[in-house]
């Protein structure tokens, strides 16, 4: 029996997609084929077990270098999972030979495969060489800077480097197409980069990440649903939620600084704050601030001084009057709530023009 006819036995629910396949392959047509394929590989029971290897070996592998190379190569990251160990699958991508493009997604997914043995110093060196290659290219397809930004989050992930992941990961997000990434790791990349702006003492922006598409598989994760209720409570700066959170010890686990945590929501509680006033007036006491950061008022001038310290917000504070002037504050992803905040601001603003061309008007008429 062939490997389309076993696989026609395993998947019945790919039947259609199998005909076709095998209809542009007799037909020699071959960017049709190649598009069936890139169908065919994203479909996770196809994804389990040696299926993308058995169905290169019996079929792909006798007209392979009839197809775009950029479409071979999406082919190849795909089934390379499924050649046994690292070094195997080293092995196998180191027989292909292509242009200059397909070849260096090829050679960084060598790379990646490297990292997973622990080649940490050469990876380090592959990565700088890559990065430099990619910027002298011309019409950059984004797989490359797809697989590039993969192994360096995946890099700076293992070296602890919240940030540096943090960033790398968004670079990744930015060039893949949210439909080639499977379900389990849509996930699990959503949950290693809330992890990390959690923990990460440095960012801020939760907002940004709680935009990205991934973040619904978190939002809907029965294992880490409970990540994706701390990014919004961050995200809105609510001290009193983060105290009532329902912590258990093994969430605590993630966490080996809460002092970071418990600074970190208060900054946001500030930011938000901030937000809040009126541009022309960004004036806030400190008993305003102690209010929503839930802090005695003689710790409010520490937490305004390390905010400042961070660059999220620039002002000046007045002893005697206990108030804050805010001359600047941090731009931050937009979600819906700001933007009705942002829209009240306006009908303010409109309100008050009006009564500015009112008394215009009124004094126009007096020198009539």
């Not at 006798?62 to 795909?78: A, G, P, S």
């Not at 008394?359 to 020198?367: A, C, G, Q």
Request: with cysteine; aromatic share 12%; proline share 3%.
């Amino acid at each position: 029996m062939n490997i389309l006819n076993q696989h026609q036995n395993a998947f019945p629910h790919l039947l259609t997609i199998i005909d076709s396949m095998r209809v542009y392959q007799e037909s020699r047509l071959w960017k049709q084929l190649s598009d069936q394929l890139l169908v065919y590989i994203k479909d996770p029971q196809v994804n389990q077990g040696t299926h993308l290897k058995d169905l290169f070996e019996g079929f792909v592998k006798k007209f392979y270098q009839e197809i775009d190379e950029m479409k071979l190569v999406r082919i190849l990251i795909k089934t390379a999972e499924q050649y046994g160990d690292f070094q195997s699958r080293i092995d196998f991508l180191k027989q292909f030979k292509l242009d200059e493009q397909p070849q260096l997604v090829i050679d960084i997914l060598i790379a990646f495969f490297k990292l997973q043995q622990g080649q940490l110093q050469e990876v380090d060196e592959l990565l700088k060489q890559y990065k430099q290659k990619s910027e002298k290219l011309q019409e950059v397809d984004p797989l490359v800077y797809s697989m590039l930004y993969y192994l360096a989050y995946n890099f700076y992930k293992i070296k602890n480097i919240y940030e540096e992941f943090y960033v790398n990961a968004l670079q990744y997000l930015a060039y893949t197409n949210d439909q080639d990434m499977l379900q389990e790791q849509k996930v699990q990349l959503s949950y290693e980069m809330a992890l990390a702006v959690l923990i990460s003492p440095n960012i801020y922006n939760f907002s940004e990440l709680l935009q990205q598409p991934v973040l619904v598989s978190l939002k809907e994760s029965a294992q880490y649903n409970w990540v994706y209720q701390l990014l919004d409570i961050f995200n809105r700066g609510s001290v009193r939620e983060l105290n009532s959170f329902q912590w258990n010890e093994e969430r605590k686990g993630y966490f080996p600084n809460f002092q970071v945590l418990n600074e970190k929501i208060r900054i946001m509680a500030f930011l938000e704050l901030a937000f809040s006033l009126p541009k022309n007036n960004r004036v806030c006491t400190f008993e305003e601030l102690a209010q929503v950061s839930e802090l005695p008022l003689n710790d409010i001038e520490r937490l305004v001084m390390r905010t400042i310290s961070k660059n999220l917000v620039k002002g000046r504070i007045n002893q005697v009057k206990q108030t804050i002037t805010i001359s600047y504050v941090v731009p931050r992803v937009l979600t819906m709530d700001k933007i009705e905040i942002i829209n009240k601001k306006f009908g303010n603003w409109e309100k008050s023009l009006n009564i500015f061309l009112k008394e215009v008007e009124d004094v126009r008429k007096t020198f009539n």
